[in-house]
C-alpha cells in the first residue's frame, strides 16, 4: 500500500471478506471472546472496505 500498488483495491477486499468469514465464524459461539472477535472483524472488515473504494 505504501508503494501505491495498482492492487491495494484488491487486497483490501480480499481483506474484508476474510474478517466478514471470520466474524461470521465466531458469532455462532457464546463465548465472551469469540463475540469480541466477531465484533472486531467487523469493525476491520468496515475499515478494509472503506480503503478499497
Do not use: P
Given at each position: 500500500?505504501?508503494?501505491?500498488?495498482?492492487?491495494?483495491a484488491e487486497y483490501c477486499?480480499?481483506?474484508?471478506?476474510?474478517?466478514?468469514?471470520?466474524?461470521?465464524?465466531?458469532?455462532?459461539?457464546?463465548?465472551?471472546?469469540?463475540?469480541k472477535c466477531a465484533e472486531s472483524?467487523?469493525?476491520?472488515?468496515?475499515?478494509?472496505?472503506?480503503?478499497?473504494?
Amino acid at each position: 500500500m505504501s508503494a501505491n500498488s495498482n492492487f491495494v483495491a484488491e487486497y483490501c477486499e480480499l481483506c474484508a471478506e476474510i474478517c466478514d468469514w471470520c466474524a461470521e465464524q465466531c458469532s455462532q459461539h457464546d463465548h465472551a471472546h469469540c463475540q469480541k472477535c466477531a465484533e472486531s472483524c467487523r469493525a476491520c472488515a468496515e475499515e478494509c472496505r472503506k480503503l478499497a473504494a
